[in-house]
């Protein structure tokens, strides 16, 4: 019997979850077993991705006489953290449990930093929130211009080493009127850092910075063999250089990062999908790519009409494998009464989970809130929730009905005209971002996926904005 199946099988008869028997599939268990130095896992939409690391950790303890002290786990919220360090605690060994309470394996990144600062009371009173950004350099007089508070993070994060540097492609820029607005940015951005200062003040990107200076230092010391990063296709440069200062104290340490880069949305807040792409330019020291493809969550037409979404519009075509035998179906309907068609469908599906989920909060019908609009709607029996689509990805539903599928609303235009190439936001990255956040629609339902849309006519200038184009017309079937 090989490795990967002696190893599924000890999980299988040895290791449970909340008393149910703890599966892996071929992809994690040789995930579980990798033992280079530098790995990358891509882990696609509803395939596992915290049952492989859990079970990474579970291995590690059980086999390689490795402590819980030694493994550090840093996920990027603090729900994510608690969902690990909780599944830890519910896994017994030979109907022993692993731990005897909820073990602090999982961390944020600014968590971790504040503890590598001392984690004094003194040090919490002067850690900001990034909403406390003075109101008058955030105001908005411009709805075409981000805010200066988007700047401010995305500057923090990518020019955190050398803010010359940003100055001199600011300079650079060719469009005068851009160069005009991020010169007043630039300028919001050295208030901000001086009213810091002058308060004594420091955010969490800053606190992230200074960590990475301390654990430079030669005296500093961690006993971490492993080191994990969930989520990883979110990490950003500053993320970067704690994570290799955190090296420096621990050499020898093992990296596995996991994540999704079909799930990198996450731009707007400095993360950038490159770290992903080349993973083996940052960490090249016997380096490998591992891949779980199967996607456990949504039915066969879901996952692979989301597989050939991305392989038209990023001519990726490395989709996910269909496991759910369940069967699903994709309806579309070009509707002028979203009220009348979505109740519909939620009075058709009375003791079914329903999310619905729209591209930002405010929709072009009637001018609702998505909030107001779903007040309009009555629930039934039904679990019925709402939610931008960015706020969706990791959550499911048995249904989910996508609203104002539109060329003009989703995929979303650039307006500033080029502002934020400085960050490296080409028209074509930001068109990939936009396709990537579809596929984390698409790939939310388990069951159903209902995808609405008002306006079916396609004006030839917006024909590579109609994701409806790149879906397969052979999964979709027309709502009566």
Known sequence: MSEVKNLQRWFR????????????????????LDSHKNTLVTARAGSGKTRTIVAKIIYLLAHENVKPEEIIVFAFNKKACTEINERLANITINGVL??????????????????????????????????????????NTNDQVPKSSQFITRAEQ??????????????????PQNQKILLKEFQNLKKYHQDLVEKDKINFNQ????????????????PYKYIFVDEYQDFSML??????????????????????????????????????????KYFPEDH????????????????????YFMSRSLRDFAGCKAKNRQKSTIFYQKSENYFKTVQKIVDNHQNKSIKILSRNNDLRFRHLSLENFIKKI????????????????????????LLEIDAEKFPSHDKTGGLYSIFGDTEDVLLADESRLFYVALTRAKEELYILSKNPRITKENQKYNFFSYL??????PLD
Do not use: M
């Not at 008869?13 to 268990?29: E, F, H, P, R, T």
């Not at 919490?124 to 929130?129: A, P, Q």
């Not at 606190?207 to 961690?222: C, Q």
């Not at 397969?472 to 079937?477: E, G, I, K, S, Y």
């Open 13 to 32: 008869i040895n290791v449970k979850d909340g008393g149910i028997s703890y599966g892996l599939d071929k992809n994690q268990a040789h995930i579980v």
């Open 98 to 139: 692993l731990f005897n309470e909820i073990p602090n394996i999982t961390t944020t990144f600014h968590a971790f930093a504040y503890l590598v600062l001392g984690g004094t009371k003194a040090l919490k009173n002067r850690l900001i929130t990034e909403d406390s950004i003075d109101p008058r350099i955030a105001k």
């Open 158 to 175: 990518k020019f955190f080493k050398n803010y010359d540097e940003l100055l001199e492609k600011i300079k650079n820029l060719e469009n």
């Open 207 to 222: 606190l992230i910075a200074l960590a990475s200076k301390e654990l430079t230092k030669s005296n500093h010391k961690t």
């Open 239 to 280: 993320f970067l250089e704690l994570t290799k200062s955190l090296r420096r104290t621990c050499p020898s340490a093992h990296l596995l990062a996991v994540g999704d880069d079909w799930q990198a949305i996450n731009r707007f807040a400095g993360s950038d999908v490159e770290y992903f792409k080349n993973f083996e």
């Open 288 to 307: 490998t790519k591992l891949f779980i493809p199967t996607n456990y969550r949504s039915g066969k037409r879901i996952v692979r009409n989301a597989n």
């Open 378 to 401: 009555e629930p039934g029996n039904n679990t019925l929730s709402f939610s931008t689509i960015h706020r969706s990805k990791g959550l499911e539903s048995d249904v989910v009905i």
């Open 472 to 477: 397969n017309p052979d999964f979709l079937t």
